[in-house]
C-alpha cells in the first residue's frame, strides 16, 4: 500500500518539499506519496489529527507551526528539544507521534558534505535570533567550533538565545552594532528574515576577510540580497540555503523509509527550477 507523507504550513503552495520528496522517492523505489497541506492559523492540531486518523505515515512542519508541533510530539529526539521545534513529525506503529528537527543537522550536512567546509575550530557568525538561527545553533556548537556569536537586531534576543545553548560551546550574544571589531569570521550564516524583504542585516564593516564563507539560509532564484553584499565584502563564496532545504528534506525521508537518498542530483533538478521570490523554508 502507498505510504502518505505531506507537508504543512501556512502558507505552503510554494513549498518545494513534495518536489523533494517525490524525487527521493523515485530515485530509492519507495512505495509514497508526498502532497502539501494548507492549514490554518489556528488550526494546525486539527490538521494533524485528520492526516494521522486517514493513515498518515508522517508530516514536514514549516512555517509557522514548528514550535507547535514539537509540543503535539508525543516524544521528542534531544535535537528537536534542544531547539523547542519540530519540523518532522512520524506516526509511530502505536499511533505516538514521535517530533524531531532536521533543520541543523541538514544545515551541518550542506555545509561539510555538499560545500566541503569545515567547522571544527572555526570562528561562526549567525545573524539572527529567532527561530531560524534557534533549530541550527545546537548541531554548529555540536561541530566544535572555537568560537560562535549570535548577533541579532534585538541585541536581547541574542543574549538569551546564547545563554540557552552556552552548556554546548563556545556561544555568545550580541547586537549588531556591537559586531565591530569583533571579526572577520570563517563563517558567517545569515538567519534573519532580512533576505525574504530583499534587505540586509545593517552590519559593520570588517566582519569579512579573503576566506570567509557567507551562507544564507535563504534561498531563491538568483543570489539573495545577503550574498550580493558578500560578494561586495570580498567574501570568498556566498551561498544560499537550497541545499540545507535538501538535506533536511534528506534526514526526514531517512527517518521515515530507514535508507539515505542521493541529494546531488535533487539538488541540481531544484537548481534548474528555484521560485522567483527569496524563500526561508521547505
Ligand atoms: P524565523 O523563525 O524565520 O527566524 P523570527 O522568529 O520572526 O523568524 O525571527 C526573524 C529574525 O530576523 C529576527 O532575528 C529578526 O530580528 P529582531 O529579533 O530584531 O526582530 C531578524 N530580522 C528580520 N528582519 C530584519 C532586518 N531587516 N534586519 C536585521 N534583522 C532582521
Same mark, same amino acid.
Given at each position: 500500500m502507498t505510504d502518505r507523507y505531506a507537508v504543512v504550513g501556512h502558507p505552503i503552495a510554494h513549498s518545494q518539499? *513534495?518536489?523533494?520528496?517525490?524525487?527521493f522517492a523515485a530515485q530509492t523505489g519507495q512505495d509514497l506519496s508526498y502532497e502539501a497541506?494548507?492549514? +490554518?492559523?489556528?488550526g494546525f492540531a486539527v490538521t494533524l489529527r485528520r492526516f494521522v486518523?486517514?493513515?498518515?505515515?508522517?508530516?514536514? #512542519?514549516?512555517? +509557522?507551526f514548528k514550535a507547535e508541533a514539537f509540543i503535539l510530539a508525543d516524544i521528542c529526539s534531544p535535537r528537536a528539544t534542544q531547539a523547542s521545534a519540530a519540523n518532522t513529525l512520524t506516526v509511530g506503529a502505536d499511533g505516538r507521534l514521535w517530533g524531531d528537527n532536521t533543520d541543523g543537522v541538514g544545515l551541518v550536512r550542506d555545509l561539510k558534505e555538499a560545500l566541503g567546509l569545515t567547522l571544527f575550530e572555526r570562528r561562526l557568525l549567525i545573524l539572527g535570533a529567532g527561530g531560524a538561527a534557534c533549530g541550527i545553533l545546537g548541531p554548529l556548537l555540536e561541530e566544535g567550533p572555537r568560537g560562535l556569536v549570535v548577533a541579532n537586531r534585538t541585541a536581547a534576543r541574542a543574549e538569551a538565545l546564547a545563554d540557552?545553548?552556552?552548556?554546548? =560551546? +563556545? #556561544?555568545?550574544?550580541? =547586537?549588531?552594532?556591537?559586531? %565591530?571589531?569583533? =571579526? *572577520?569570521?570563517?563563517?558567517?550564516?545569515? %538567519?534573519?528574515?532580512?533576505?525574504?524583504?530583499?534587505? #540586509? *542585516?545593517?552590519?559593520p564593516p570588517g566582519l569579512v576577510a579573503a576566506h570567509t #564563507?557567507?551562507?544564507?539560509?535563504?534561498?531563491?532564484?538568483? *543570489?539573495?540580497?545577503f550574498m550580493h553584499w558578500a560578494q561586495q565584502q570580498g567574501a570568498a563564496r556566498a551561498e544560499d540555503g537550497l541545499g540545507m532545504l535538501v538535506e533536511q528534506a534528506a534526514v526526514a525521508f531517512e527517518l521515515w523509509r530507514g535508507m539515505r537518498p542521493d541529494t546531488a542530483p535533487v539538488r541540481a533538478a531544484l537548481r534548474q527550477g528555484a521560485p522567483q521570490a527569496p524563500d526561508a523554508d521547505s
Open positions: 518539499s *513534495p518536489r523533494i520528496h517525490r524525487l497541506i494548507l492549514a +490554518p492559523l489556528d486518523a486517514e493513515g498518515g505515515k508522517g508530516l514536514n #512542519v514549516t512555517l +509557522p540557552r545553548f552556552h552548556c554546548l =560551546g +563556545p #556561544v555568545r550574544g550580541t =547586537g549588531l552594532a556591537a559586531l %565591530a571589531g569583533a =571579526g *572577520p569570521f570563517d563563517l558567517i550564516l545569515n %538567519a534573519t528574515a532580512a533576505s525574504l524583504s530583499d534587505a #540586509v *542585516p545593517d552590519l #564563507v557567507c551562507y544564507d539560509l535563504a534561498y531563491g532564484h538568483g *543570489p539573495t540580497a
